[in-house]
């Protein structure tokens, strides 16, 4: 089965219906008497909400309903959850504000949902929601992160004192002193990890349907995690009864973490149709999603790191203020805690590390997990701090590297994260080989000789995937266990369904996924279906985010695989007439141990389903089989990636010279796939250090709130990558795989900075680094070098 | 309300619109041609691209009205019957998609490229030509590879599309 199975580069299963028009999003799906919603959003950042007037609008041309938070409260409909608590340092809990999926009483972002119109037609919808009169009482506002906990700021939520969500810490700040008092070298940075808007090409959608003759709902929904959005609007929201409601995540047009949070919209268009008896649906337009998908990111960093004379680091210590917007999203808490802070060590032995995190309500919209969520930004620390250090003390940042890298594992680092596996020094070395450092010098002098500044960058990051062990996550505060489930069911014709509750949205599960049953079972790929992304078809699952699908949703299915494999032999042992113990399974055959007696997959398969042809008083007829695999570790994916620039001093351009990624993700599956995933997250962290960011003024206004001001990477914007990989195989899973789909988000930002530093001379550069950033950098290097003269 | 008749995949419609209705949202919710998708509302994307009379347009900044008389062709039109548009082929053959969404509006936008620019394309000109087509997946890597490939496939005899 080498051509389709574990380590092939097979072409996906899923284009088929993508290149020719026919993939099934949400936004394609009809409904018989469907209803159109549109939200009325507010242009405020900050009010009250003094009286919404419908009248005149209720009047218009095709509209069914116009709904306001006091309907929703009327029903009541329960307030949107964060479903990861957070204690603060002195063990209060976190200051969760109430978050309505309507807005009752106030409003804490331009974009809140103050009412929705729902109507015949869109137009129709557009048309009567221009006619609501909102009297609104404007209240001062603040987007600022860094501004957000001084007293004279306007307070978002009555229970948030400072608009402090918590204060958290993580480490021994008393083994950080010691080691900062006997340092030789202290390098500090201010760091802002700018905000992002993930910008999935497919907006959200959702459509809403209710039958009463069954009382039973349906809810299509952009969804990274079907279960997940059933199991909340279920029980927090009380929307349905569990048993009473479908979800359907059909095609998902991209997610990057922010289709998998449960929003007001897919809430409302579900408690909509319940209450109108027709199917009620939503679709944002990109201007909408500005306003209203979950942003990513927005941390003001202080951090220090202390080493010896020699560049041993002796200990690290990091304050960080998060924003997480106006409301706490679906597991915002989390991300720039556990996903943050957790990861500070690095791929370095470090002794002592002590991080604080205060999150902070701003009248902004909600921020939770995007590409990488909390790892980018751990990254971007660590690796900002290490080039600099380099830098300052005069030493090549590869051996400064070199010199603190983890070089046994396991390794228990003083922030949690017990890493299993990995070779540093590997990647390190393949991919500055792959990036000519060695000719880096010749390069450097020819883009001089034409007036151009040339410059290098290192990033050598690690990160946790595979998320996660319940024990682990659950005693963190998560309130649920992070496991995957699959079950396999084998048709009488040998053909086989696996239904997963991970959930595809541009990687490839249909494909990756029959890859590893093709090669379990010797059956060719064309013989399996991957079926995900229904609560009526798969009964439960945790859904697609933290690159777990892999190590957790494969894994899952390859211990239903194993329970496959020995019924069938038991199945074959009475066909062969053999103990089950000497029947041997391999490349699609049971064969009795020995001899040359032997029946083919197929064979045993319907041999399973003809209860005549074996005892079924001692072996049910039937091959289906399901596991539940909660991981014992999480996955560390680890690697190098090495950007070189090329730098117009004249008009502060930065050009891409050269992007080398170098990958450790374990196993590969199928490495045309893995590199695809390197590719778009390199793509998505050059965005975010060169173009991308979202602007707030000062008082709450989105500033960049559309492609035309939000710079989204295009074509020509990026070069081509180089990439490779390292093998270690991660122990803690049979498969030994460990993720791939964050890690060029996660290292890319900081490899770019630091070769922009690098170019230019000078450490101040905020993310994104335009050509105007670039440019006041340049001046201001020259000023001092001036200045020093 | 008033009526627009055109041709689409080579079939002729003719269908009352609102005057507001945009090309794609005819061809969305009026003709259920889904394939051609709506990724902003600004005309930055590129996902709604289709071929009007032979010219790749983005359908989301035209209204119905005056896509009068015309021949539409959408992603549903391209292939020719069971057997795939060369430029397709290549997308597949090349990973230049992973989620599917932008995927329509690249392959349309691409074989409008080879037609204006020719089958050799250098890497330079098809990030360029791309410009106005975002993709988030796949950071343009296998999607610059794919056209080159296209291209060169298109030239090799394979057909361009019905109305292409």
Known sequence: ?789 | MPTVTLKVNGKKQSVDVDPRTLLVQLLRENLRLTGTHVGCDTSQCGACVVHVDGQAVKSCTIFALSAEGTDVLTIEGLANGSRLHPMQEAFREHHGLQCGYCTPGMIMSAVDIVKRKGNDLDEQTIRQELEGNLCRCTGYHNIVKAVAAGAKAMKNGARAGKAA
């Open chain 1, 1 to 789: 089965m080498a051509a389709t199975g574990i380590g092939a580069a097979v072409r996906r299963t899923e284009d088929q219906r993508f290149i020719t028009g026919k993939g099934h999003y949400t936004d394609d799906i009809h409904r018989e008497g469907q209803t159109i919603a549109y939200f009325l959003r507010s242009p405020h950042p900050h009010a009250t909400l003094k009286r919404i007037d419908t009248a005149k609008a209720l009047k218009m041309p095709g509209v069914v309903a116009i709904l306001t938070g006091a309907d929703l409260a009327a029903d009541k409909i329960g307030n949107l959850i964060c479903g990861w608590a957070i204690s603060s340092k002195d063990g209060s809990p976190m200051n969760m504000g109430p978050h309505p999926a309507l807005a009752q009483g106030k409003v804490r972002h331009v974009g809140d949902q103050v009412a929705v119109v729902i109507a015949e037609t869109l137009n129709q919808a557009k048309d009567a929601a221009a006619a609501i009169n909102v009297d609104y009482g404007v209240l001062p506002a603040n987007a600022d992160t860094a501004k957000a906990r001084d007293p004279k700021t306007a307070q978002v939520h009555d229970n948030a004192p400072r608009n402090t969500i918590y204060e958290w810490s993580l480490g021994d700040a008393a083994a950080v002193d010691s080691a900062f008092k006997s340092a030789k070298h202290i390098t500090k940075l201010d760091i802002v990890n700018n905000r992002l808007i993930p910008n999935a090409m497919e907006p959200r959608a959702a459509i809403g349907d209710y039958d009463s003759g069954t009382d039973s709902s349906t809810l299509w929904v952009t969804s990274q995690n079907p279960h997940v959005h059933r199991l909340v609007m279920a029980a927090f929201l009380g929307l349905a009864a569990e048993n009473k409601f479908r979800v359907i995540a059909p095609d998902v047009g991209g997610g990057f973490g922010s289709k998998i949070f449960i929003y007001a919209e897919e809430t409302v268009c579900l408690w909509a149709a319940k209450k109108l008896k027709r199917p009620v649906r939503w679709t944002s337009d990109r201007s909408e999603a500005f306003q209203s998908d979950a942003h990513g990111r927005d941390h003001v960093t202080h951090a220090e790191m202390a080493l010896d004379a020699g560049g041993k680091i002796l200990g690290l210590r990091v304050h960080t203020v998060a924003n997480l917007g106006a409301y706490m999203s679906t597991f915002s808490s989390s991300v720039p805690t556990y996903l943050y802070a957790t990861l500070l060590s690095g791929q370095y032995n470090i002794p002592a590390i002590y991080c604080e995190v205060d999150a902070v309500y701003t009248n902004t919209v909600p921020v939770d997990a995007y590409r990488g969520a909390g790892r980018p930004e751990a990254c971007y620390v660590i690796e900002r701090l290490m080039e600099v250090a380099a830098r300052e003390m005069r030493m090549d940042p590869a051996e400064l590297r070199k010199k603190n890298f983890i070089r046994t594992f396991p390794h228990q680092t003083p922030v949690i994260m017990a890493y299993d596996i990995g070779d540093h020094e590997a990647t390190l070395k393949k991919a500055t080989e792959m990036a000519d450092i060695k000719g880096f010098g010749a390069r450097k002098q020819q883009s001089s000789r034409q007036g151009k500044l040339r410059g290098i960058g290192y990033s050598t990051y690690i990160e946790a995937c595979g998320i996660a062990p319940s024990a682990a996550v659950g005693s963190l505060g998560a309130g649920v266990g992070l496991w995957e489930s699959a079950e396999v069911r084998v048709n009488p014709t040998g053909s086989v369904e696996i239904l997963t509750g991970s959930h595809s949205h541009g990687q490839g599960h249909e494909t990756t996924f029959a890859q590893l049953v093709s090669e379990r079972l010797g059956i060719p790929m064309e013989q399996v279906t991957i079926v995900h992304g229904d609560t009526d078809k798969v009964q439960f699952g945790m859904g697609t985010y933290g690159s777990r699908s892999g190590a957790v949703g494969m894994t899952a299915i390859s211990k239903a695989l194993d329970k496959i494999e020995a019924k069938a032999k038991k199945v074959a042992g009475h066909l062969l007439e053999a103990s089950p113990g000497d029947i041997e399974f391999k490349n699609g055959k049971f064969t009795v141990a020995g001899t040359d007696k032997s029946l083919a997959f197929g064979e045993v398969a319907l041999a399973a389903y003809v209860g005549h042809k074996f005892p079924t008083n001692e072996i049910e007829p039937g091959l289906k089989e399901g596991a539940f695999y909660d991981p014992t570790n999480f996955t560390f994916p680890s690697g190098c990636h090495i950007c070189e620039v090329e730098i117009d001093p004249e008009t502060g351009h930065t050009k891409i010279a050269r992007w080398t990624a170098v990958d450790d993700f374990g196993i590969l599956i199928n490495p045309m796939i893995v590199e695809g995933q390197v590719h778009g997250g390199v793509a998505q962290g050059i965005g975010q250090a060169l173009l991308e960011n979202c602007v707030y003024d000062p008082d709450g206004q989105l500033l960049s709130g559309s492609y035309m001001d939000y710079t989204m990477p295009r074509a020509d914007d990026l070069p081509s990558f180089a990439v490779g990989t390292v093998v270690t195989k991660c122990p803690s899973n049979p498969l030994g795989v460990k993720g791939c789909g964050e890690a060029g988000a996660i290292a890319a930002p900081v490899a770019l900075i630091n070769a922009i530093t690098d170019a230019i001379g000078h450490e101040d550069v905020a993310m994104p680094a335009t050509a105007q950033t670039v440019w006041q950098a340049i001046q201001k290097s020259h000023k001092q070098r001036r200045a020093a003269e």
